[in-house]
Nanobody
Framework: QVQLVESGGGLVQAGGSLRLSCAASGRTISTYTMGWFRQAPGRDRQFVASISRSGVTTDYEDSVKGRFTISRDNTKNTVYLQMNSLNPEDTAVYYC???????????WGQGTQVTVSS
């Protein structure tokens, strides 16, 4: 019922920063826990970060802790992923996802490519 569209991906040099945005429509994201995932070539989709409905609770994959920050603006119906100190290992297609009451993410965006050059 909720549609998600990612933006902000692109090519960045190692050590640089990008901010990804996930714009939602159809439903307010205040009713959803939101997450970011990524998929690198030849690898399965990997959890990156999540944020609770109110924004109080966040969770991060170990390799991005201290570098990435997930946030949400329920008024703007948008979720963000601020990515700092990027390295080539962060290269992947990044997906925004949403879940309601269960632990399963039911809604996914189309993905945005992030490429980090060395």
């Amino acid at each position: 019922q909720v549609q998600l569209v990612e933006s902000g991906g692109g090519l960045v040099q190692a050590g640089g920063s990008l901010r990804l945005s996930c714009a939602a429509s159809g439903r307010t994201i205040s009713t959803y826990t939101m997450g970011w995932f990524r998929q690198a070539p030849g690898r399965d989709r990997q959890f990156v970060a999540s944020i609770s409905r109110s924004g109080v609770t966040t969770d991060y994959e170990d390799s991005v802790k201290g570098r990435f920050t997930i946030s949400r603006d329920n008024t703007k119906n948008t979720v963000y992923l601020q990515m700092n100190s990027l390295n080539p290992e962060d290269t992947a297609v990044y997906y925004c996802a949403a879940r309601r009451s269960s632990n399963r993410y039911d809604y996914w965006g189309q993905g945005t490519q992030v490429t980090v050059s060395s």
